[in-house]
């Protein structure tokens, strides 16, 4: 009799075990499922991450939409990068952890010509250290799909953590939020340059704001030309990031292409075929320094000896001339931008043997 209440016990005690393993595991499968559709819209976007070369640390990321850039704006923006930090930590990991986001300084070239068939086509070397290039395609709702890229060290701080992993690559989604440079499927081309003299006026009017790099986003989603690029930007107050002071180059398909230039918080155009580190509204092409000076007369020489017509390869052969192979500040990577073909071509740290080639355009 007594087996038989013991046997019974323990028929019991392993029913119970088996009901809490049966509770503890539906518990766990909520706890992820509920994980999955509270960050669907990063898991989605982390889901296309991949390293594109073998060699160098190179990713290659897609965002189907604008993940809130249009929600950003009706928040009214941001003026700095902290506030840029603060709605991404919000948005991406939803206030458990912190996404940091700010942009420093950097060294750059570009080139805008025409190709011998009357297209557009543009160039540009982001000049930097230790760069994590994120190459970004983004295809908006409502807006020019584009490619851009992004620093991931201007994300992290740390230019030897690169979008591997959950955690980081979960921090890889604020890149759309970062280019540093950027094409349009409308032929738009835009790049953030430091400028070494003078100043962004800080600004403060009822217009919503944007970081220098929150413009470029905006510019590639909803500009076509220089002259709409300039429109918009009419419509904001940019601030600069990090405390540097940046102007941009900005390109379009109809041949269009200028330094824009903030002066008291306004937008200044200045049409130029090249742009590198100084303000040209000052006139002064010494202000930026010996390389700046040096840089802007080779690609202006350049253009100016063909007319304005450069092939692909000689406006990536001008590029190349002006890279930065050595030194402290080193070309971290180039673009070159045909409009006819509608690709981008990128080479990384000055080596221009092999290109990683993507094709905008509607599918």
């Known amino acids: 009799m007594k087996e038989k209440e ?5 028929k019991s005690r392993k029913k119970i075990l088996l009901i809490l393993l049966a509770v503890v595991l539906v518990l766990i499968i909520g706890v ?3 994980a999955g559709a509270l960050f669907s819209e990063e898991l989605k976007i982390i889901g296309s991450i991949e390293k ?4 160098k640390p190179v990713y290659y990321m897609e965002v189907d939409g604008d993940y809130h850039f249009e929600e950003f704006l009706e928040q009214g923006g941001a003026s700095s990068d902290g506030e840029v930090s603060a709605f991404l930590t919000k948005k991406i990991s939803k206030g458990f952890y912190s996404v940091d986001v700010e942009e420093d300084g950097l060294a750059c070239s570009t080139i805008s010509a025409m190709t011998p068939d009357g ?9 930097w250290t230790g760069a994590v290039p994120i190459i970004v395609k983004c295809t908006p709702e409502d807006g020019y799909s584009s490619i851009s890229t992004c ?8 230019p030897e953590t690169v979008p591997e992993g959950m955690f980081n690559q979960m921090l890889a989604v604020a890149a759309l939020y970062v280019p540093m440079d950027g ?6 081309c835009v790049a ?12 403060d009017t009822e217009k919503t704001d944007l970081t220098i790099t929150n413009a470029i986003r905006l510019l590639l989603n909803k500009a076509a030309t220089v002259k709409e690029a300039i429109e918009l930007l009419e419509q904001y107050d940019i601030h600069a990031s990090a405390g540097i002071s940046h102007h941009l180059s900005i390109s379009d398909a109809e041949g269009n292409s200028a330094a824009i230039e903030f002066v008291d918080g306004e937008p200044v155009a200045v049409d130029t075929c090249s742009v590198t580190n100084f303000n040209l509204a000052g006139g002064d092409i010494s202000a930026g320094g010996d390389s700046a000076k040096e840089r802007y007369e080779y690609l202006t020489s350049a253009y100016e000896e063909s007319n304005g017509i450069l092939t692909a390869d000689q406006v990536k052969e001008s590029i190349s001339q002006v890279a930065q192979p050595d030194g402290e500040w080193t070309t971290q990577w180039s673009i070159v931008y045909d409009q006819g073909s509608m690709t981008a071509n990128y080479y990384f740290n000055s080596d221009y043997t092999s290109a990683y080639s993507y094709t905008l355009g509607k599918e």
């Open 183 to 188: 094409i349009n499927e409308a032929g738009l």
């Open 192 to 203: 953030d340059l430091e400028v070494n003299e003078g100043g962004m006026a800080d600004v």
């Open 32 to 34: 992820i499922c509920g």
């Open 151 to 158: 620093d991931f060290q201007h994300i992290t701080g740390n």
């Open 119 to 127: 297209a557009h086509i543009w160039a540009r070397n982001y000049d």
């Open 52 to 55: 594109v070369s073998d060699d």
């Open 6 to 10: 013991k046997s019974k016990k323990r």
